[in-house]
């Protein structure tokens, strides 16, 4: 299994940066994929998160109404889509891949998202 995330960069506040995460390795229409960031000093939290076919996306308080994850099965590449972006957002924001329920969870290496006029 493989995740590679990119997108990441330094971004004014109220800008947009999207990020993306190819997929290999893994049959990745079958999984659950997620956003997690995690700032200095504080725990991973959860960003977005979108179901392997059909359901609802779910999102953090703190981003919904920004943020927008999507997925393209036939690509491999879940992205997320951030707008109006503030300095709170800045983290390492991590790419995460899960069967379901109970199952091993997969991580990318992470991308930085700099948020800083």
């Known amino acids: 299994v493989q995740l590679v995330e990119s997108g990441g960069g330094l971004v004014q506040p109220g800008g947009s940066l999207r990020l993306s995460c190819a997929a290999s390795?893994?049959?990745?229409?079958?999984?659950?994929m997620s956003w997690y960031r995690q700032a200095p000093g504080k725990e991973r939290e959860l960003v977005a998160t979108?179901?392997?076919?059909?359901?609802?996306?779910n999102y953090g308080d703190s981003v919904k109404g920004r943020f927008t994850i999507s997925r393209d099965n036939a690509k491999n590449t879940v992205f997320l889509q951030m707008n109006s972006l503030k300095p709170e957002d800045t983290a390492v924001y991590y790419c995460?891949?899960?069967?379901?329920?109970?199952?091993?969870?997969?991580w990318g290496q992470g991308t930085q998202v700099t948020v800083s006029s």
């Open positions: 995460c891949a899960v069967r379901g329920v109970g199952y091993r969870r997969y």
């Open positions: 390795g893994f049959t990745f229409s079958s999984y659950a």
């Open positions: 979108i179901p392997s076919v059909g359901g609802n996306t």
